[in-house]
């Protein structure tokens, strides 16, 4: 029964492996409309779609050589698909800091493109050219659905639930609805977003301190102790038993 649990183990790697390696005939179409295929995209602050499988697989593979028999067959079946669903609801931290510190110039940058006359698209894939990633990533995507003809306010608004550029997705999508001039708005998430990312560094630089003082405690403590307690000590003891 074992060599069984082997052959169907190496079935379910070998559909795994072309499931997540082969494209799929909607991904070819989704690129092609400008947008990610669903099991691509990664929603922020969870686990992205190849871990998850691999958590199944895992499971199943485990169920498949821990119970032998039919039983290890039922076990799979249940474990994995189990494991797939349960690994979506694990958090993960999603790190920002690249995106904080570059939301500024960016924003400034396309005030600017705008106030020389740039179309939206244009402007966008001017800032999208010179900026690192992620910057740079998400502008291209904006760009991207301008450039296939998306209108400005749905081509941003797809960005609303991005944790950096969310706020000035919605509020340039809202400006581009009303017809609000959109270099003075970007100038203002600009000097926004500066001084937040101020107030979070001096926040941060505060906190060493407070972070130093177990660490300071750990390490100099038990030197101090050696060093100039432990031989006072010893000296007594030695005068009085001397």
Do not use: Y
């Not at 990664?42 to 190849?50: E, R, Y």
């Not at 005030?111 to 010179?130: K, N």
């Not at 001084?195 to 403590?221: H, N, Q, T, W, Y």
């Amino acid at each position: 029964m074992f060599t069984v649990n082997l052959t169907v183990l190496a079935a379910l790697v070998a559909a795994s492996a072309a499931l997540l390696l082969v494209p799929h005939p909607a991904a070819a179409l989704a690129r092609a409309q400008g947008r990610r295929p669903p099991w691509r995209v990664k929603v922020p602050g969870t686990l992205p779609p190849l871990l998850r499988a691999l958590a199944g697989i895992a499971a199943a593979t485990a169920a498949l050589l821990l119970v032998p028999g039919v039983s290890g067959l039922v076990a799979g079946a249940v474990l994995g698909p189990a494991a797939w669903v349960g690994s979506g609801f694990v958090r993960r931290r999603v790190d920002v800091r690249d995106a904080v510190e570059q939301l500024p110039g960016a924003l400034e940058f396309l005030a600017v493109a705008l106030d020389a006359g740039q179309p939206m698209v244009r402007a966008v894939e001017a800032v999208a050219a010179v900026s690192r990633a992620p910057t740079g990533t998400v502008l291209a995507e904006v760009a991207a659905r301008l450039a296939l003809g998306q209108t400005p306010q749905d081509a941003w608004a797809q960005l609303r639930g991005d944790p950096v550029w969310g706020r000035v997705a919605a509020d340039v999508a809202r400006a581009e609805r009303s017809g609000t001039a959109l270099a003075d708005l970007l100038r203002i998430h600009a000097d926004d977003a500066r001084r937040e990312r101020d107030d979070e560094a001096l926040k941060a630089a505060r906190k060493v301190g407070v972070k130093s003082v177990i660490p300071l405690m750990l390490c100099f403590l038990p030197a101090f102790i050696l060093v100039g307690v432990v031989p006072i000590i010893a000296g007594l003891l030695e005068g009085f038993f001397g």
